[in-house]
């Protein structure tokens, strides 16, 4: 109880100007959000930013605008959900740019070979996410990119809350035993189908819409399927409408009804 009425007055405190300088100027999730979902973006932005520790690494000085960019982000995905703001996270390390991680790879009989990895971004159950700040900057100046780190590696925590990596996460919270049933079989049926034609389209080297990366595993296509659906949703929903749909049913939010374009006057 302590705990929710500590988070109702962080999320009803108003937003401080700084911040609002910086999510308006370098977020532009935020702008194409409608106004109660900015009003409500703000709040979970307030409760993240007084619950998880920021940490800079590799010489990166932490600031207020990089904590900022990143909550902001990471809170788009928490929009109109009963949500415990991640509960597993503790920490948020973010390197200047890409950082080196050591790696094993099993070879076969008996050879496992250890080496240093490049990498940009990643989310550990334990209760840590790491990302380059570079690329954090990258995702977010380019949406019509399709990828954003931040969507990518938060995602990832959301799907690690049913204590597995497997890119299905929590689906049937608060429904009945049978809707609850329905709704996890369609998600296995479509993102499994999803899954599988990317898959086979990378091994024949074709050009894709989405990430090939998310062809690695069923995790890493939730996460490349979530950057896509908040970065170019129309897109998604014109070609991949299924799938659309069972994120849209998820995240309980409907991206291709956002402002795209620059001063329209209304959601399209």
Known sequence: MWK???RITLRSAPFPPAWRQIVEARVPLY???PEPDRMELQGHTQVFMAEKNFEGC?????????KVRVAAQACVLLL???TDYFPGLRSV????????????RHLGSGIV???????LGEAWPEGTVVLAWDAVCAGASNPKAGTNIVLHEFA????FEDGWNDGAPLLDRGESPFAGRSRIASWARVLGAEFKKLRAGAQRGEEADLDVYGATNPAEFFAVATEAFFERPREMQEKHPELYGQLKGFYRQDPAQWIW???AAAEL
Do not use: N, S
């Open 4 to 6: 929710q009425q500590r």
């Open 31 to 33: 702008g194409r959000l």
């Open 58 to 66: 590799g010489g990166l000085a932490m600031t207020d605008e990089i």
């Open 80 to 82: 109109h959900r009963d």
């Open 93 to 104: 390390l973010v390197y200047p740019g890409a950082y080196f991680a050591p790696t094993t």
């Open 113 to 119: 070979e250890e080496r240093q990895e490049a990498r």
């Open 156 to 159: 990832h925590l959301l799907d």
């Open 261 to 263: 374009e620059k001063g």
